[in-house]
Antibody
């Protein structure tokens, strides 16, 4: 079964850091680009960042550029999001998502999603 | 940044056809993807590359894209189709989503 499981969320003070992880299973992880998408409470979806299968191409939303860093470890079938200088507006459910296309960049679409990990930024 | 505009809500009776639009500047030149999200659940890809369906998605879901508007069409709407629907594209190294449309089945 194809599965993505996020972890690492929690309550953090403004200005602090947090690292999210996503464990993948059931597919050949290093064949696919991966992404982080977030959803603030009661709001819509916002793409945060994406990384190609070989980490050669990376993209960020303007809202997180310079503060967040995406990375992956293909040997561990894992995706990461390092979040620094967190703000209240970063409060959201963070989803890990698999790209639809094999070895493709630009990305195609997000066909498999995890259940998300909640990040709350508050003092 | 590229902006995608969706109507906040669409209502339709069971058995009828629902059409959800996604507007964007020359969106017809891009590939549009559509997601369904039910309360408390992760999104599900229902249409990709304008009009293709992933395996397991009913034929009742279809899509089109031309000019400045892409459209998700749901035929023979069922109560279980009630959800939020989001369009999404890839543009200049980012992947914007539309604001979402709440589909209500009357």
């Amino acid at each position: 079964e194809v599965q993505l499981v996020e972890s690492g969320g929690g309550l953090v003070q403004p200005g602090r850091s947090l690292r999210l992880s996503c464990a993948a299973s059931g597919f050949t992880f290093d064949d696919y680009a991966m992404h982080w998408v977030r959803q603030a409470p009661g709001k819509g979806l916002e793409w945060v960042s994406g990384i190609s299968w070989n980490s050669g191409s990376i993209g960020y939303a303007d809202s997180v550029k310079g503060r967040f860093t995406i990375s992956r470890d293909n040997a561990k079938n894992s995706l990461y999001l390092q979040m620094n200088s967190l703000r209240a507006e970063d409060t959201a459910l963070y989803y890990c998502a698999k790209d639809f296309g094999s070895s493709s960049w630009p990305p195609i679409a997000f066909d498999i999603w995890g259940q998300g990990t909640m990040v709350t930024v508050s003092s | 940044s590229y902006v995608l505009t969706q109507p906040p809500s669409v209502s339709v009776a069971p058995g009828q056809t629902a059409r959800i639009t996604c507007g964007g500047n020359n969106i017809g030149s891009k590939s549009v993807h559509w997601y369904q999200q039910k309360p408390g659940q992760a999104p599900v890809l229902v249409v990709y590359d304008d009009s293709d369906r992933p395996s397991g998605i009913p034929e009742r879901f279809s899509g089109s894209n031309s000019g400045n508007t892409a459209t998700l069409t749901i035929s023979r709407v069922e109560a279980g189709d009630e959800a939020d629907y989001y369009c999404q594209v890839w543009d200049s190294s980012s992947a914007p989503f539309g604001g979402g449309t709440k589909l209500t089945v009357l």
